[in-house]
């Protein structure tokens, strides 16, 4: 099907989102890396290491309700961010400014793409946009990547 989100592409998707990522690695069930971005190859097993042990730690720490979906890591120099579904494991290392909220919704939104939902909406350039449309709500809500946002 064209336009799937593949394991391969996965991290690249990622980066691509958020300029303050830097890199990504995806991982299956198992903790085999599936694909990785932002790193060379010889560097990629370090960076899926890093990201299972994150999750192994997490799961070790027996926390109520079940082991966390997402994790979040201050490191010196940056920080590092993880979310999980059944199937993968993704993480990142990102700039240590980057906004948690907005790093943990794209991991979310990639994961989810992955697994075969709605691919990522993006905004059109402003450059891009028709200057004689009318400037309305409904037309905002539309350009937005999360359009039920705009709705009532």
Not at 5 to 17: I, Y
Not at 45 to 57: E, N, P
Request: glycine share 10%; proline share 7%; hydrophobic share 45%.
């Amino acid at each position: 099907m064209a336009g799937t989100l593949t394991p391969e592409q996965t991290p690249r998707r990622l980066c691509e989102l958020s300029a303050d990522a830097r890199a990504a690695v995806l991982l299956d069930a198992a903790g085999a890396p599936a694909g990785f971005h932002g790193v060379t190859n010889s560097r990629s097993g370090d960076l899926a290491q890093l990201a299972r042990t994150i999750f192994d730690a997490v799961d070790r720490a027996r926390v109520p309700g079940g082991p966390p979906e997402q994790v979040e890591i201050q490191i010196d120099g940056g920080t590092v961010y993880g979310s999980r579904t059944p199937r993968w494991m993704l993480a990142v290392v990102a700039r240590r400014a980057a906004l948690s909220s907005l790093m943990l919704m794209d991991l979310r939104a990639v994961l989810g793409e992955l697994e075969g939902g709605a691919p990522i909406r993006r905004s059109t350039p402003a450059a891009a946009a028709d200057v004689r449309a009318e400037a309305t709500e409904e037309a905002a809500a539309r350009e937005s990547p999360v359009p039920e946002l705009g709705v009532e």
